[in-house]
């Protein structure tokens, strides 16, 4: 297995929509393996392909607590098929927006069908953090980010402080 770089907003290929995977053989295995690891590492409770340059409909998210079993769960075009009306708001951060946080509403309940590591196609029925986990890394494989769902005045604030972090990381020659 391998870390991956882990791209950081701004970022054209954060703004991009990723192609279905065909099946998930073993070059996607390893890419899904890849990914788990960069995330533990990071560390993180989500990571989408597009986050590594990869342009691939491809996601893993564990949301166990610390101290818990881990609950590493690695999908391929992940669809939601049903929504609850009810939503809830919860505080979301990035690994590609490191340090910014905003509360974001999203359906509270979701039922997400996606192909698993044997390539079998699964249904899954989703609730609590796990919901809005998965349904921000699913935006991701459409080149949408969690400041996206937030207020245009809010977002922009976020954006220039990044972009000014960019800039500084580029001049120090990191
Ligand atoms: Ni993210």
Known sequence: MALLPIITAPDPRLKTVASRVDAVDDDIRRLMDDMLETMYAAPGVGL???QV???KRVIVVDVARTGDAPEPMQMANPEIIEASSER????EGCLSLPEHFAEVKRPERVRIR???RE???RERDMDGFLATCIQHEMDHLDGILFVDHISGLKRGMIMRKLTKLKKQDVKAGA
Do not use: F, H
């Open 88 to 91: 809830s708001t919860v505080e």
């Open 119 to 121: 390539n079998e196609i």
């Open 48 to 50: 989408a392909a597009p």
């Open 53 to 55: 340059g990869i342009s």
């Open 114 to 116: 996606y192909l698993d």
